[in-house]
């Protein structure tokens, strides 16, 4: 699961880092564009904007590829952020060498190359582009196209002054960069730890329901054989003449043995399907059947409700019937029940790749402690022991199904429970 974790978040964070070097690129380009501009038309400094301009547009076309590279499917790799950062240090060297070589005040942005490739790459690229850079400048102090400067700049202090304009701007384009560059890794890193946290949860709330299904495992073993002594001496007590001559109690006999079926069918399928919690057993099936036939399991165990009962999945979908989803379902339905004594509603449908279960009641509403963690084991306003699990375990369903469960309270009042599963994970593709 760890792994899993790693590989998607350094494949999102890979696609958000080219997605920066993207936005800094067109930066740059208009940077170096109005630069070239200002200082050939408004300082007077003669420089060759044929090949200067070529090789903008060059930049301008590779930063259109990536833009479009990152806007597809395939996994970015992180090779592909060190060759865009290798054409970024290309470009600015052949822009370096037509304009002064290593006496262009702007010489020094070859550092934020390396700042990228630290903070971006690994350490071996970050040393490439270490060397790279370092031979680019090597080069440039020895080959480049010398500047050629209007007569009133051309000695002196008014030389030093266009240097030091020129090393401005340079500064003032780097600190810009930099804090952009720094808050999106400050955000990447945020995020990698909202991440962290949210698995720790996730492993702590399984943790939870591993010691529960041990529990209910040993429990349903352990009740296994009270059950079968109460149902052989229901079956002796009904030849009773007391129980035949009394019609009442006749019709309590028959409530208790129905009961005790319920009871033994309920742990005969905790014990069958103790695979079903990995995906073992699961057999597909027709969603409206699966979930007509549970609506209609939980109406027969509860004679006295009232469900509003409304199915709008299409006829032909298949569905993975799963024993823990309609034990879900079962909890939403009973925690409805409890909650309101009028009619509450159950409705299913699929739209928008999803399949959504909604059930709302007109109770008093979520307590806003359940509404902020309605995931958390034993979070609960009732004094009843063993209360608080209904909700983590419908949760912990819904996510296994690559799901969720939310909460809200309407503003007419009541509550809504609705379980949300993705279509493909909850169909088998279908």
């Not at 449908?349 to 008093?364: F, M």
């Amino acid at each position: 699961m760890g792994i899993g974790l790693d590989d998607t978040f350094d494949e999102r964070a890979r696609r958000k880092n080219l997605a920066l070097l993207v936005r800094l690129r067109w930066i740059a380009i208009l940077g170096q564009g109005l630069t070239t501009g200002l200082l050939h038309f408004g300082f007077g400094v003669v420089l060759p904007l044929g090949p200067m301009a070529l090789v903008i547009a060059l930049q301008a076309l590779i930063n259109l590829a990536g833009w479009l590279r990152g806007r597809s499917r395939r996994p970015v790799a992180g090779g592909e952020l060190l060759a865009m950062l290798m054409a970024d240090v290309a470009a600015l060297t052949v822009m370096f060498g037509l304009s002064g070589g290593t006496t262009n005040p702007f010489i020094s942005l070859f550092l934020l190359q390396i700042i990228l490739g630290a903070l971006l790459l690994r350490p071996w690229a970050a040393w490439l582009l270490v060397a790279t850079t370092s031979l680019a400048w090597i080069g440039l102090s020895r080959f480049h196209r010398p500047l050629e400067l209007p007569h009133h700049h051309g000695e002196g202090q008014n030389l030093f002054d266009l240097h030091l304009l020129g090393m401005f701007i340079c500064f003032l384009l780097a600190a810009a960069l930099l804090v952009r560059i720094i808050s999106q890794i400050r955000d990447t890193l945020r995020e990698r730890d909202t991440a962290l946290a949210d698995l720790r949860c996730q492993r702590s709330e399984e943790d939870h329901l591993i010691r529960i299904g041990l529990l209910a495992s040993g429990a349903a073993h352990e009740l296994g054989s009270p059950l079968a002594t109460i149902s052989v001496i229901l079956g002796d007590w009904r030849g009773l003449p007391q129980i035949a001559a009394d019609p009442g109690l006749a019709r309590d006999l028959a409530e208790a043995e129905s009961q005790v079926e319920r009871c033994k069918r309920i742990i005969t399928g905790i014990l069958a399907s103790s695979g079903a919690a990995r995906g073992e057993g699961a057999a597909s099936t027709s969603a409206g059947e699966f979930f007509d036939a549970a609506v209609a399991e939980w109406r027969a165990h509860h004679p006295g409700a009232v469900l509003d009962y409304l199915n709008r999945l299409p006829p032909d979908l298949v569905f993975i019937a799963d024993l823990s989803l309609r034990q879900a379902l079962f909890n939403l339905l009973d925690n409805a029940q409890k909650a309101s004594a009028a009619a509450i509603r159950l409705e299913i449908g699929a739209t928008d790749g999803r399949i959504e279960l909604t059930v709302t009641d007109q109770g008093s509403g979520f307590a806003p402690q359940i509404l902020a963690a309605p995931a958390r084991p034993w979070n609960t306003t009732s004094d009843r022991e063993g209360a608080g699990l209904g909700l983590f375990l419908c949760s912990n369903v819904a996510r296994r199904f690559g799901g969720a469960l939310k909460l809200r309270n309407p503003r007419g009042g009541g509550a809504e429970a609705a379980m949300i599963l993705p279509l493909d994970p909850a169909t088998g593709g279908n």
